[in-house]
Nanobody, 121 residues
Protein backbone atom coordinates (compact mmCIF):
# COMPACT_ATOMS: atom_id res chain seq x y z
CA UNK A 1 0.00 0.00 0.00
CA UNK A 2 1.45 3.35 -1.08
CA UNK A 3 0.55 6.60 0.63
CA UNK A 4 1.46 10.22 0.09
CA UNK A 5 1.38 12.04 3.40
CA UNK A 6 1.22 15.83 3.25
CA UNK A 7 1.93 18.37 5.97
CA UNK A 8 2.50 22.08 6.39
CA UNK A 9 -0.74 23.73 5.37
CA UNK A 10 -2.50 26.37 7.43
CA UNK A 11 -3.55 29.97 7.70
CA UNK A 12 -1.13 32.71 6.68
CA UNK A 13 -1.39 36.44 6.10
CA UNK A 14 -0.91 37.93 2.63
CA UNK A 15 2.77 38.29 1.89
CA UNK A 16 3.65 35.43 4.22
CA UNK A 17 5.31 32.09 3.61
CA UNK A 18 4.51 28.43 4.09
CA UNK A 19 6.32 25.21 3.36
CA UNK A 20 4.46 22.07 2.34
CA UNK A 21 5.97 18.61 2.59
CA UNK A 22 4.86 15.32 1.09
CA UNK A 23 6.44 11.96 1.83
CA UNK A 24 5.80 8.74 -0.04
CA UNK A 25 5.47 5.74 2.24
CA UNK A 26 4.70 2.07 1.88
CA UNK A 27 6.08 -0.63 -0.37
CA UNK A 28 7.49 0.50 -3.71
CA UNK A 29 10.61 0.35 -5.85
CA UNK A 30 11.08 3.97 -6.82
CA UNK A 31 9.45 7.37 -7.06
CA UNK A 32 9.58 9.18 -10.37
CA UNK A 33 8.11 12.65 -10.88
CA UNK A 34 6.51 14.36 -7.89
CA UNK A 35 4.46 17.50 -7.77
CA UNK A 36 1.82 19.73 -6.27
CA UNK A 37 -1.61 20.63 -7.57
CA UNK A 38 -4.24 22.88 -6.03
CA UNK A 39 -7.96 23.27 -6.17
CA UNK A 40 -9.82 26.37 -5.07
CA UNK A 41 -13.57 26.32 -4.36
CA UNK A 42 -15.53 26.22 -7.60
CA UNK A 43 -12.43 25.80 -9.73
CA UNK A 44 -10.69 22.92 -11.44
CA UNK A 45 -7.60 21.32 -9.99
CA UNK A 46 -4.49 22.89 -11.50
CA UNK A 47 -0.80 22.16 -11.60
CA UNK A 48 1.31 24.28 -9.27
CA UNK A 49 4.73 22.70 -9.72
CA UNK A 50 6.31 19.41 -10.67
CA UNK A 51 9.82 18.00 -10.34
CA UNK A 52 11.52 14.99 -11.91
CA UNK A 53 13.86 12.58 -10.19
CA UNK A 54 16.79 14.52 -11.65
CA UNK A 55 15.54 17.90 -10.48
CA UNK A 56 13.99 19.34 -13.61
CA UNK A 57 11.05 21.52 -12.69
CA UNK A 58 7.85 22.79 -14.22
CA UNK A 59 6.24 25.70 -12.37
CA UNK A 60 2.94 27.38 -13.15
CA UNK A 61 3.14 30.95 -14.42
CA UNK A 62 0.84 32.11 -11.61
CA UNK A 63 3.39 31.16 -8.93
CA UNK A 64 6.63 31.59 -10.86
CA UNK A 65 9.12 33.55 -8.78
CA UNK A 66 7.13 33.05 -5.57
CA UNK A 67 7.04 29.26 -5.14
CA UNK A 68 9.92 26.78 -5.26
CA UNK A 69 9.68 23.01 -5.56
CA UNK A 70 12.40 20.67 -4.37
CA UNK A 71 12.80 17.06 -3.35
CA UNK A 72 14.90 14.74 -1.23
CA UNK A 73 15.20 11.47 -3.15
CA UNK A 74 16.66 9.63 -0.17
CA UNK A 75 13.53 10.46 1.82
CA UNK A 76 11.09 10.17 -1.10
CA UNK A 77 9.85 13.60 -0.12
CA UNK A 78 8.84 16.64 -2.13
CA UNK A 79 8.62 20.18 -0.76
CA UNK A 80 6.81 23.29 -1.89
CA UNK A 81 8.20 26.53 -0.49
CA UNK A 82 5.58 29.22 -0.94
CA UNK A 83 6.39 32.89 -0.53
CA UNK A 84 4.71 36.25 -1.14
CA UNK A 85 1.41 34.48 -0.70
CA UNK A 86 -1.73 36.07 -2.06
CA UNK A 87 -5.39 35.48 -1.21
CA UNK A 88 -5.81 33.87 -4.63
CA UNK A 89 -3.36 31.14 -3.54
CA UNK A 90 -6.01 29.90 -1.13
CA UNK A 91 -6.85 26.32 -2.05
CA UNK A 92 -6.49 22.70 -1.08
CA UNK A 93 -3.02 21.63 -2.16
CA UNK A 94 -2.57 18.03 -3.29
CA UNK A 95 0.64 16.07 -3.58
CA UNK A 96 1.01 13.87 -6.65
CA UNK A 97 3.61 11.29 -7.58
CA UNK A 98 4.38 8.62 -10.16
CA UNK A 99 5.53 5.54 -8.26
CA UNK A 100 6.92 2.23 -9.45
CA UNK A 101 5.31 -0.47 -7.34
CA UNK A 102 6.35 -3.60 -9.24
CA UNK A 103 9.49 -4.91 -10.90
CA UNK A 104 8.03 -3.88 -14.25
CA UNK A 105 9.28 -0.42 -15.21
CA UNK A 106 5.92 1.29 -15.21
CA UNK A 107 4.56 3.77 -12.70
CA UNK A 108 1.20 4.36 -11.08
CA UNK A 109 -0.04 7.85 -10.28
CA UNK A 110 -0.93 8.57 -6.68
CA UNK A 111 -2.56 11.50 -4.90
CA UNK A 112 -2.29 12.72 -1.33
CA UNK A 113 -5.32 13.57 0.77
CA UNK A 114 -4.81 17.31 0.39
CA UNK A 115 -3.86 20.07 2.79
CA UNK A 116 -5.66 23.40 3.15
CA UNK A 117 -3.77 26.63 2.57
CA UNK A 118 -5.65 29.80 3.44
CA UNK A 119 -4.21 33.24 2.77
CA UNK A 120 -6.15 35.88 4.62
CA UNK A 121 -5.69 38.84 6.91
Amino acid sequence: QVQLVESGGGLVQPGGSLRLSCAASGSFFSVAAMGWYRQAPGKQRELVARITTFGSTNIADSVQGRFTISRDNAKNTVYLQMGSLKPEDTAVYYCNADIQTTKILVTTNYWGQGTQVTVSS
